[in-house]
């Protein structure tokens, strides 16, 4: 969908076009449970995607189009209903005991080569800061720009790209580490 287009659909959804949400819906499910689904255990994703859409909706009285892009406005939300949710349930090791319980439900057998790179993909994230997890995920699983990523973990962006680089780095070495 185009940006402008995408706009449209959302001013539409502001001024009650329950339609336009359904759109919005189909356009970002997959987007936010990607996003949700690299910082929480398996299994969880599915039910914090949709808690953040009924943020939304609870929330529609808050977006201000004059203030942010929608897709900022609904990543911070997904960011803070993962946050709220991992400090809930005092998570400190989410994506080592994930992998750790999805592997003891899956036959060696069936494990792919693509499964077993998302896995090491899992581990290698786990080693970066919160804020650099975010950073990634956004960037390369969720394709936002730089400037929409420094919108929602509010720095600048000049500071994300360094973060990044830096990020990247650190994610190539611990990637190299796993392969051999």
């Known amino acids: ?15 009650g076009d329950i339609s336009s949400f359904s ?9 936010i449970f990607r996003f949700i689904y690299f910082k929480v255990p398996p299994g969880e994703a599915e039910d914090l995607t ?30 803070n209903t993962v946050i709220d949710f991992l ?42 800061a919160k804020d650099k997890q975010d950073m990634v995920i956004l960037r390369f699983v969720d394709e936002l720009s730089y400037q929409e990523i420094a ?4 720095k600048s962006e000049g500071s994300i790209r360094i973060s990044m680089m830096r990020a990247l780095r650190d994610l190539r070495s611990v990637l190299e580490k796993l392969e051999t």
């Open 23 to 31: 759109v919005l819906y189909d356009y970002y499910i997959d987007k």
């Open 151 to 154: 919108t929602i973990l509010d």
């Open 1 to 15: 969908m185009e940006k402008k287009q995408l706009n449209l659909t959302v001013l539409k959804w502001i001024e």
């Open 50 to 79: 949709e808690d953040v859409f009924v943020k939304v909706m609870e929330k529609k009285h808050t977006f201000d189009p004059t203030k942010s892009s929608f897709s900022t406005w609904i990543y911070t939300i997904a960011r």
């Open 87 to 128: 400090r809930a349930r005092k998570v400190t090791s989410e994506l080592t005991d994930a992998i750790e319980d999805e592997n003891d439900s899956v036959q060696p057998a069936f494990l792919t080569e693509k499964s077993l790179e998302m896995q090491n993909l899992k581990l290698a994230l786990e080693t970066l």
